[in-house]
């Protein structure tokens, strides 16, 4: 049974579409001004912070992907889908960011952890049933 009636639902949809694709494509040119006017380098103060809270956000999905798998219960499929998307971002972020002299470490990480950890959520995101 659904509280919204299908006459709503079917008007709001298009609505949300043409906002996220118009969205999606505003931040194209804005992907222009930030590549000329950003400075090669930068000094960050929270930088630690921003990179353990990255951490805990995937060490929450991950293993809130694992134990929602195990109970069969079919919410592991939105969670491993935006594990997914965190874990991805967190290989582009540990490349981009690499020191000269971990730059190699960094792509092995990703090569070997992150991104078949990525591809693995990917996969369960996509074969799991979601919540009704």
Do not use: Y
Not at 48 to 60: F, K, R
Not at 84 to 90: G, K
Request: charged share 10%; glycine share 6%.
């Amino acid at each position: 049974m659904t509280l919204v009636a299908p006459r709503f639902q079917a008007r709001r949809t298009p609505r949300l579409a043409t906002l996220l694709t118009g969205a999606g494509v505003a931040l194209l040119p804005w992907m222009v001004v930030l590549a000329k006017t950003l400075p090669q380098t930068a000094e960050v103060s929270n930088w630690s912070t921003a990179w353990i809270g990255l951490d805990a956000m995937l060490a929450a999905g991950l293993s809130g992907t694992g134990l929602l798998l195990r109970r069969h219960d079919p919410r592991a499929a939105p969670l491993a889908a935006a594990t997914a998307a965190l874990l991805v971002m967190d290989a582009w972020f540990d490349v981009t960011t690499a020191a000269a002299g971990s730059a190699q470490a960094a792509v092995a990480l990703a090569v070997c952890a992150e991104l078949p950890l990525a591809a693995a959520c990917a996969v369960v995101a996509v074969r799991r049933p979601q919540c009704a």
